[in-house]
Each structure stands twice: as structure tokens, then as C-alpha cells.
């Protein structure tokens, strides 16, 4: 009798998260060690809730506050810049398990990257091949903000999110489901609303599920921003929020924050370079998504990578491109296979090189 076969397409992609999570959470924890009491407003209580961290345990603790937790240096910072779903979980499994906030939310994020990033890898090899899946999730996952994977912070469950909605066939009613709750987690949750623009065009408008894929992560920021109107007694509350959090920080957005970093010069030009380096690559491979006909992918890259080069700041945006996940795939395709090892690697002394920065406490990711 001939045994069967069973094709062990996880296999691979847990080797990966797995790798990347213990060097992640090795550079937050021996980096961030002796940083992290440097967080008092809020408090961090440890290195994986350091920068944002700080600011989702907080929440998961206590709730939100219509007045301001912390002043920045030309402004006030609100907790409701940030988006409800991840402290809300982080905040149950507090109150159920008996161990350190800190550590939780390091195990919680590492858990939930490390599935995240096995079910890309199922995502993009559909789309893609073998391969090349495999090294885009290996790229994202060793990418220059990766560390923040093991941290608190709101990127795991994000891609997470983002996984199971490319897992649902185009149509599904899980669909609209999945878009709404990644709003209801991140900013860029519009980002899977956006894949629905192809089916809509070829449509012409008639696709009703369509629709309701697209509406779902606007209607979501609607009732965010009523939400906050309530809790604050102000009908624009929310612009206090993310929109005011960078005007409160006095950081320069998009890439002109990248030409005006180069003047630091020095020891500096490292995490610039990098970050510029990143933003090239997670742009041209949306490029790639669109010129080889992967709409959906594009669309979702596209969204999720344009505001960041419009509005983040250079320190910022490492971080708030790892979402893009199909850019990867589509930068990776168009690789040569002899190549993408050594991009790899390159990769790889890029996170441990901007983890020195960002978790030294130079500057937040």
C-alpha cells in the first residue's frame, strides 16, 4: 500500500515565526531592559510595553480618558488615538491570567505574529509560489520593525486579521466581518475595505458584497468618532487624537522627514538609511502587485502604504509599512532565487540595527 503523502505547507513558516519571535523578543528584552522605567506617562512595565505599548496597557487597564494622559512637547497626547480591539483582548487576558502585564503582552503578541505569519504564507502562496511566499514572510517577519511583532503592540493582530480575510474566497461574508474588526484595531483597517475596488469595477457597481466589504471599515471609523464625541463632549474629539498626535510631537511627516533627517548625519545616517531603504522596497513592490495584475493584493498594499509615506514620520514608518504584507510577495517575485537569501540577511542586521535606536530609547518606531 502506498502511504499518503501529506503536504506540510505550515512546516516552514512556523520555522520562520518561530526564528524571528525568538530574535525579537531577544533584542526587546536585552535591549530594552535597562530603557523601559524611562516610560512614565504612561508607564511601561517592562521592555514589551515600551512606546505604544505603554499606551495599549494603559488602555487595557484603566479604559480611555477624555482628558489628556501625557503632554508632548507642543501638545497633548489622548488615549483614544488608539484603537480598541487590541487592549480590549489584552485587557481580558489580564484579568484572567495571574502573571506580569508585561510578559502577557509579549506572549500574547508573539502568539498571535506567529500565526499571523504561518497563515500568509498560506495567503501568498495561492497567489504566488511556494517560494516565494515563504521568503515574503521571512522578509517581514526579519524586516527592520519587526521586534515590535513581540511587543505590545497592535501589528500582530492586525496581520493576523489581515490572513484570515485573504483565506475567505473574494465574496465571503466573513469579508466584511474581518474589515470592520482590523478598523476597529488599526487605522489602516480601510486597507481590506479597499480590495473590494477591483470586483466593484468589473462589476460596474453591481456587487452588493462588494459594497459591503468596502462600507464595513468606514462605518466602523464613523462610530469610532462618535465614540470619542461622547466621551469627550466634542463633536471633533477624535481629531485630537491620531490626527493631532504627530502635530503634538513636532514631527516632520512623509518623506520630507526623510530629507531633513539626513542632515543629523553620523552614527544617524544608519536608521535613516534603513528606513528609506524600506519605505524604496515596500513601494516598489506594490508597483509590482499592480504591473503583474494582483488587484486585490495591490489595492491592499496600496492603502496601507501611501498614507504612511504621506504621513508618518522617517522613524515611524518601518513600523507602519510591515502591515503591507502582498509587497513583500510581490518584491520577492521578481528577486532572483540567489538573491533573496542574501536580502535576507541584509534584512535581518537592518532590525537588529534600528532595535539599538528604537529600543535605547532614541527614538520611536
Not at 466593484?200 to 468606514?218: F, Y
Request: contains cysteine; proline residues 7%; hydrophobic residues 60%.
Amino acid at each position: 500500500m502506498v502511504g499518503v503523502t501529506r503536504d506540510r505547507w505550515w512546516l516552514a513558516p512556523l520555522l520562520i515565526a518561530v526564528l524571528s519571535r525568538a530574535l525579537g523578543s531577544l533584542l526587546v528584552f536585552a535591549i530594552g531592559n535597562s530603557t523601559w522605567p524611562l516610560f512614565d506617562s504612561p508607564p511601561a512595565l517592562g521592555p514589551a510595553t515600551m512606546w505604544d505599548g505603554a499606551w495599549f496597557l494603559e488602555i487595557a487597564r484603566f479604559g480611555y480618558h477624555a482628558a489628556p494622559v501625557a503632554q508632548g512637547p507642543a501638545g497633548a497626547f489622548y488615549d483614544f488615538a488608539f484603537w480598541p480591539v487590541w487592549p480590549a483582548i489584552l485587557g481580558s487576558a489580564l484579568r484572567i491570567l495571574p502573571i506580569s502585564p508585561d510578559l502577557l503582552a509579549a506572549l500574547l503578541a508573539n502568539s498571535v505574529s506567529i500565526a499571523a505569519i504561518v497563515l500568509w504564507a498560506r495567503v501568498l502562496e495561492r497567489a504566488f509560489d511556494r517560494s516565494t511566499a515563504r521568503y515574503a514572510v521571512a522578509f517581514m517577519a526579519f524586516s527592520p520593525s519587526a521586534f515590535v511583532l513581540s511587543m505590545g503592540y497592535s501589528e500582530p493582530l492586525f496581520l493576523l486579521i489581515g490572513a484570515l480575510f485573504f483565506l475567505r474566497s473574494e465574496g465571503a461574508p466573513a469579508r466584511p466581518l474581518l474589515a470592520a474588526v482590523a478598523q476597529a484595531t488599526r487605522l489602516t483597517g480601510i486597507a481590506l475595505g479597499a480590495t473590494a475596488l477591483p470586483a466593484l469595477w468589473r462589476s460596474r457597481g453591481r456587487d452588493v458584497m462588494a459594497w459591503i466589504t468596502l462600507a464595513a471599515p468606514i462605518a466602523v471609523f464613523v462610530a469610532w468618532w462618535i465614540v470619542i464625541a461622547a466621551l469627550t463632549g466634542e463633536a471633533g474629539g477624535y481629531l485630537k487624537g491620531s490626527p493631532g498626535w504627530i502635530a503634538s510631537t513636532r514631527a516632520t511627516s512623509g518623506l520630507f522627514s526623510l530629507l531633513i533627517a539626513f542632515d543629523l548625519g553620523g552614527v544617524w545616517l544608519l536608521p535613516i538609511v534603513i528606513s528609506a531603504a524600506f519605505a524604496i522596497a515596500m513601494a516598489a513592490g506594490t508597483v509590482i502587485l499592480a504591473r503583474q495584475r494582483h488587484w486585490e493584493f495591490a489595492c491592499y498594499a496600496a492603502v496601507a502604504v501611501l498614507p504612511s509615506l504621506a504621513l508618518a514620520s522617517w522613524e515611524w514608518m518601518p513600523r507602519h509599512l510591515i502591515v503591507a504584507v502582498p509587497a513583500f510577495a510581490g518584491l520577492m517575485a521578481v528577486i532572483p532565487a540567489r538573491r533573496r537569501q542574501e536580502l535576507l540577511l541584509v534584512s535581518i542586521g537592518a532590525e537588529v540595527t534600528y532595535a539599538l535606536f528604537v529600543l535605547g530609547g532614541h527614538f520611536a518606531p
